[in-house]
């Protein structure tokens, strides 16, 4: 007998029922991931419901070629069929030692399993891979958290909702303090806005400036690179001038139905009233335009009150991330939070030096602080 796919849910038909009884009791067995199983891993990480573009293999090539991190990507099979998927990276960081995260620098991560045996192989898997590499610690950035027995630290919050169906509805979705900020940039004649891939470069400068200003280390310029290399029609730099001169820019990331804006940059010089609420309003103006269906804000940590509410302020609310950490017998919780007091001081100096040591040592250092 032959299996038939149902084309409204993407699943498995089977004709032969005592085919899928055996399947359902064979083991579950975890494979490491191999270039010729790109389809299957893709296709798994698509059809997921927690699955997301940092699950796929896009962002796998753009760490590797920006960062040289190493990956341990697993796969979970059972007949035949793959039940689960866990992409991770070691990062052997000079402020922490190796470290195995699923994934670095991205908002979301951890083990996608379709039952508890295929996510608990998993966990098993990398929990012994974490032990041979002599790794301190092995972080999931899960959604949902897919180990009970692990704690959960809901230390990052992510923000997603739901686009407008038109345009001309999206500054309406603003509460009425954040309308009026971004209409009154809106307002401005000596403002325009550029959305293409060919302004990267600029778009890097002022999220390198952000940083500064923000007192954390910028990702290298490589990075965006890899970025954009890897996901071919599927990002957008979008840069904001006033009189000719950038004074804002995005790198927002498209995956299925979701517009997802990244990386941000500003140019504090800029004493633009309501630039910021206008960059997003553009943004999500952008998106309707171009049929994406939901706008996801990113990850803010719960701690970082002016991001967190600046995204409630703009009509987005919190729904804490269920992030688990194994820290391996013997060692110690890395601890690269910049919100840690370990690290006050250093942020204190980072706001005082120039660009031009800034730049080169934030791409240096975020090689050890994977996000």
């Not at 027995?149 to 230390?155: A, K, W």
């Amino acid at each position: 007998m032959t299996t038939t796919i149902d084309p409204a849910f993407r699943r498995p038909v089977e004709s032969n029922a005592a085919a899928e009884h055996v399947r359902q009791f064979a083991p579950v067995q975890i494979h490491s991931f191999e270039s010729r199983l790109s389809d299957d891993w893709q296709s798994y990480v698509d059809q997921h419901a927690d699955g997301t573009l940092f699950h796929g293999l896009a962002w796998k090539r753009a760490v590797e070629q920006a960062f040289g991190h190493r990956s341990w990507y697993l796969m979970a099979r059972q007949g035949g069929r793959v039940v689960g998927v866990l992409p991770l990276a070691e990062v052997r960081s000079v402020l922490a030692g190796r470290l195995l995260v699923s994934v670095p620098y991205g908002t979301y991560g951890g083990i996608l399993g379709d039952d508890v045996a295929s996510r608990r192989a998993l966990f098993r898997a990398a929990e012994s891979l974490a032990g041979r590499i002599g790794a301190s610690s092995l972080q999931l950035r899960s959604i949902h958290a897919a180990i009970p027995r692990l704690p959960v630290q809901h230390t990052h919050a992510t923000f997603r909702k739901p686009l407008p169906l038109a345009a001309s509805d999206v500054l309406a979705a603003f509460p009425r303090k954040a309308r009026a900020a971004a209409r009154r940039a809106a307002s401005r004649a000596d403002l325009s806005v550029e959305f293409d891939g060919a302004h990267l470069a600029t778009l890097w400068r002022l999220y390198a400036r952000s940083m500064r200003r923000l007192a954390s280390p910028n990702y290298p310029y490589r990075f965006f690179d890899a970025l954009a290399r890897a996901l071919p029609g599927r990002h957008v730099v979008q840069i904001v001038r006033s009189q000719g001169r950038p004074v804002a820019g995005l790198l927002t990331l498209l995956h299925g139905d979701t517009v997802m804006p990244y990386f941000m940059g500003m140019d504090e010089r800029a004493d633009i009233y309501g630039l910021s609420h206008y960059l997003y309003l553009r943004s999500m103006t952008w998106g309707v335009e171009h049929g994406y269906r939901t706008y996801d804000f990113g990850r803010t940590r719960v701690d970082n009150s002016g991001p967190f509410n600046f995204k409630r302020f703009c009509g987005f609310e919190p729904t804490l991330l269920e992030y688990q950490t194994l820290v391996m017998p013997g060692k110690a919780a890395p601890d690269l939070s910049p919100g840690s007091q370990r690290w006050a001081t250093a942020r204190r100096v980072w706001k005082t030096l120039p660009l031009s040591l800034t730049r080169p040592l934030g791409g240096w250092l975020s090689r050890s602080i994977p996000g």
